[in-house]
């Protein structure tokens, strides 16, 4: 189907009865197809297609490309990713390290199927992945997961395992640690609430979703700011989840402006 939408075309949503319209060629209309694209791409399950170098990889288009900036922008030197699923994700951070010539992935998951772990080792990339496989917030894993990252300057952790409010809120006690000064920690599928409406959504995505841990953490950790620049492109399954770490410097800044 092609859509005919000429510069005077409105966008109306009707819910429950109730209707919605705004101009097409509006920042509302951006925001509502960005919406509506994201809640039906949850639906027909998009973010399962995408492959990185042959590997499944469950992302949508959008932050893939954003993850890439800020790969790019922080040269990382240990990525730790919690939930590897195939292993795509895993793939493209490594391939993005192995253009800069440096660094290394640490892939965690409670379960990395043979086939998928068979896939991930034959590939490539593997020579700059670990994998680690037991529960992102068992102590052992956590403790691997330290020793790997312990001389490194700088430390990239997205979490994409578990999306429960709690299990993200306990990831991010966890890992939120060794992201290292002016590094992000990225917490993936904030948006399980807001497409909790769709026809294969459950009610108790409302609360229990990961946008619930990130708001609970920033409001009682200072020491991470959430950076909006990553979720520009309107759609994402990310919002608010990429969160900065303050450098001590900007902590003392923060701390002198406080005072005055
Ligand atoms: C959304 S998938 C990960 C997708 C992957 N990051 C990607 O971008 O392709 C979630 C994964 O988290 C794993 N998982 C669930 N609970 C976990 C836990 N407690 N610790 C580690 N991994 C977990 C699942 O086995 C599953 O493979």
Redesign the pocket.
Not at 139 to 147: D, G, H, I, L, S
């Given at each position: 189907m092609k859509t005919t939408a000429h510069p005077d075309a409105r966008l109306a949503l009707t819910t429950k009865g109730e209707t919605t319209t705004v101009d097409l060629y509006s920042p509302e209309g951006l925001a509502m197809v960005s919406d509506l694209w994201l809640k039906l791409s949850a639906e027909f399950k998009v973010m399962y297609e995408p492959t990185w170098m042959g590997v499944?990889?469950?992302?949508l288009p959008h932050d893939i490309v954003q993850v890439q900036e800020l790969i790019w922008r922080l040269q990382p030197d240990v990525i730790v990713?919690?939930?590897?699923?195939?292993g795509?994700?895993l793939i493209f951070s490594a391939s993005l390290l192995e253009l800069m010539g440096k660094g290394h992935v640490i892939g965690?998951?409670?379960?990395i199927r043979a086939h998928n772990r068979a896939n991930i080792e034959a590939h490539p990339m593997k020579k700059r992945i670990t994998l680690i496989e037991g529960?992102?917030?068992a102590a052992e894993t956590v403790a691997q997961v330290k020793a790997l990252t312990r001389d490194a300057k700088t430390v990239l952790v997205l979490l994409?395992?578990?999306h429960s409010a709690a299990?993200v809120a306990e990831e991010i006690k966890l890992y939120g640690p060794l992201v290292t000064d002016g590094s992000y920690l990225v917490v993936m599928d904030g948006a399980q609430g807001h497409v909790s409406d769709i026809p294969r959504g459950k009610a108790e995505w409302v609360q229990d979703n990961p946008l619930t841990a990130i708001r609970q953490f920033l409001a009682t950790n200072p020491g991470f700011v959430m950076d909006p620049h990553y979720t520009r492109l309107h759609v994402t399954s990310n919002p608010e989840g990429y969160l900065r770490k303050l450098t001590s410097e900007e902590i003392a800044a923060r701390g002198r402006a406080a005072a005055e």
């Amino acid at each position: 189907m092609k859509t005919t939408a000429h510069p005077d075309a409105r966008l109306a949503l009707t819910t429950k009865g109730e209707t919605t319209t705004v101009d097409l060629y509006s920042p509302e209309g951006l925001a509502m197809v960005s919406d509506l694209w994201l809640k039906l791409s949850a639906e027909f399950k998009v973010m399962y297609e995408p492959t990185w170098m042959g590997v499944r990889i469950i992302q949508l288009p959008h932050d893939i490309v954003q993850v890439q900036e800020l790969i790019w922008r922080l040269q990382p030197d240990v990525i730790v990713e919690t939930g590897v699923a195939h292993g795509g994700s895993l793939i493209f951070s490594a391939s993005l390290l192995e253009l800069m010539g440096k660094g290394h992935v640490i892939g965690i998951d409670v379960e990395i199927r043979a086939h998928n772990r068979a896939n991930i080792e034959a590939h490539p990339m593997k020579k700059r992945i670990t994998l680690i496989e037991g529960s992102s917030v068992a102590a052992e894993t956590v403790a691997q997961v330290k020793a790997l990252t312990r001389d490194a300057k700088t430390v990239l952790v997205l979490l994409d395992s578990n999306h429960s409010a709690a299990h993200v809120a306990e990831e991010i006690k966890l890992y939120g640690p060794l992201v290292t000064d002016g590094s992000y920690l990225v917490v993936m599928d904030g948006a399980q609430g807001h497409v909790s409406d769709i026809p294969r959504g459950k009610a108790e995505w409302v609360q229990d979703n990961p946008l619930t841990a990130i708001r609970q953490f920033l409001a009682t950790n200072p020491g991470f700011v959430m950076d909006p620049h990553y979720t520009r492109l309107h759609v994402t399954s990310n919002p608010e989840g990429y969160l900065r770490k303050l450098t001590s410097e900007e902590i003392a800044a923060r701390g002198r402006a406080a005072a005055e």
